[in-house]
């Protein structure tokens, strides 16, 4: 066994990269809402990319650990604790058995990813761990976690185990973590922590549009609605008006389509959006700001600012360039002896 949850927080799920593959059957990929957090936390303890995380939003559990697990932190800060000690984020952290992690609510961000050292072991649904709320598919029984869950990890390898026992070396009688001095900076993630700009490329629809509503969604900004969820955030702002009414066909979507439905008001599709749409499409944001987006919270401005296909293109291969520069990193921190 890996944790019993004592609190479950506001949404909790199990989530991974999603479901590759079954888009042609209608089923959603889903999966986590920032890719980039949470396939930080999982290389942070020596997981292979596509492990089982925990999504937290916005307001996080409480959380007993049933026995020494190495855990990492990554993407909104939620003011986590163990045994009301500050754990840092965006680094590896030992915990002892016993200790208690408490996620309280959010100073910065919106979502917050908990990778423990195997991933965390539910089921498999058609390649994937994540949990689709809507469908009650995958993730731990299929829905967000409850009060006295409980729920374990998977296999560690012999890398990680040997790291482990470093680690536990260091702790003092009276420790209940350890953590390296190295992290993650602060430069080498997404901008958390600017005013959100979305790079986005034109749409298929775009000459459809008047020009002054495409002059009004580059120049002006949005705000997320409250009814946003992880099927779509909905938008607030200048209304975007066709040259004339359209009538087309129901197309495939992806992460990051902005659509507009005919109140003017663009939604931009997040991780669990619908396979196909049949709205005018306007842009689609680059992958590479999409963790960007997910960490808006609602009532906060965003704004988008174009970029071509080519541009979006080399910015995805530059952060692909970079996570496997940084995964290097991370295994040879994991074969030093000292273990910092």
């Known amino acids: 066994m890996g944790f019993e949850v004592i609190r479950p927080g506001l949404l909790t799920t199990v989530q991974d990269e999603g479901r590759i593959g079954y888009r042609r059957y209608g089923v959603p990929v889903g999966g986590v809402m920032d890719a980039f957090a949470s396939r930080a936390a999982n290389m942070l303890v020596g997981n292979a990319r596509h492990s089982a995380v925990l999504e937290i939003t916005m307001s996080g559990p409480e959380l ?22 500050p754990v840092p984020m965006w680094r590896p952290v030992l915990l002892r058995a016993g200790s208690v992690l408490r996620f309280g609510t959010s100073r910065h961000g919106l979502r917050a990813y908990l990778a423990l050292a195997g991933g965390i072991d539910v089921p498999q649904v058609m390649g994937s761990r994540s949990t689709d709320l809507k469908t009650g598919l995958g993730g731990y029984l299929g829905r967000a ?25 260091q702790l003092g009688p009276n420790e209940c973590m350890a953590a390296p001095a190295w992290l993650i900076s602060e430069r080498e993630r997404p901008d958390y922590y600017g005013k959100p700009v979305i790079r986005v490329m034109h749409g298929q629809d775009i000459s459809c549009f008047r ?13 997320v609605s409250p009814q946003s969820d992880r099927m779509g955030y909905r938008l607030q702002g200048p209304r975007l008006e066709l040259e004339k009414p359209m009538n087309r066909l129901s197309e495939a979507v992806t992460y990051g389509t902005v659509q507009v439905p005919p109140d003017g008001q663009p939604i931009v599709l997040m991780a669990d959006h619908q396979t196909i749409g049949g709205y005018p499409v306007i842009a689609q944001a680059a992958a590479v700001d999409l963790p960007i987006l997910a960490q808006v919270r609602p009532g906060a401005r965003i704004s988008f600012v174009q970029i071509t296909n080519e541009e979006a293109r080399r910015l995805y291969v530059k952060r692909e360039r970079e996570f ?17």
């Open 211 to 223: 020009s002054e509503s495409v002059e009004q969604f580059y120049t002006g900004s949005y705000v």
């Open 145 to 169: 976690l409850r009060t006295s869950d409980v729920l374990g990890t998977g296999v560690i390898t012999g890398e990680v185990q040997q790291w482990i026992q470093r680690m536990t070396m």
């Open 324 to 340: 496997h520069l940084l995964e290097k990193l991370i295994h040879r921190k994991m074969a030093e002896r000292e273990g910092t």
């Open 64 to 85: 007993h650990m049933l026995k020494d697990q190495l855990i990492s932190i990554c993407g909104a800060d939620l003011s986590v604790t163990v045994n009301q000690q």
